[in-house]
C-alpha cells in the first residue's frame, strides 16, 4: 500500500529522518511516518517550503530522473531589485560552480515576483535598511546542490530567502483555508499525485 505525504518543511530543519547535529529533522514534524516512508529528493536546511514523502519507488525514480523534466517552482527572496535582464540570463542557462567544475544550467524559467504571501520566516532574514530586496519566481527541471541560490548568485542578486512553491501542478497554496504554514503536514491522494508528475 503506497502512501503520499507533503510537507512545508520549515527553515532550518533537515530532509532526512537521521539526527546530525544540533538541527531538526523529519522525525520533528507532528507526524508520525511508516519506517518505509522517505522523502523525494531534498531542500537544503535553509530552504523551505514543498516536500514530497513516499514509499513509492516508482514514483520516485520517475520524479528524480532528469530526463523526465519534472518541474520544480521556487519563490526566492534576492538582495538588490531583479532586473528582466537577470531572470533572462537564468532563463537561458548560466555557468555554476558545482564541486570545482563549471556547470552550464538547463533552460529554466524565471521572472520577477510581487512579493509572495508567504509565513514569516524564523528566523526572519537580516534586514539592511540600504539594500532593497525582490523576489523572483524559478521553475527548473533539473536539481543540482543548491542550485537556484548558485544561480542567481551568478547574475549578481544573491538568495537571502528560498521557499519551493509548487512541485508539478501542486503548490503551497492548494492546502490550508488560512494557508499552509511550515510543519504542516498533509496525506494527499493516488489522484492528487498525479499532479505532481505533470
Known sequence: ???????YKPFGMLSQFTRESDHATLADLECTFAKDIYPVGRLDADSEGLLLLTNDNYLKTKLLEPRNRHNRTYYVQ???EITSEACQKM????????????YLTLPASASPLEEPSLPERNPPIRFRKNIPTSWVSI???????????RMTAAVGFPTLRLVRWAIGKINLADFG??????GDVWEVTDQEVRKLSL
Open 91 to 102: 532563463a537561458d542557462g548560466v555557468t555554476i560552480s558545482i564541486n570545482g567544475k563549471s
Open 177 to 182: 483555508t488560512d494557508g499552509a504554514k511550515p
Open 139 to 149: 521553475t527548473l527541471h533539473e536539481g543540482k546542490n543548491r542550485q537556484v541560490r
Open 1 to 7: 500500500m503506497f502512501s503520499y505525504f507533503l510537507i
Open 78 to 80: 534576492v538582495e538588490g
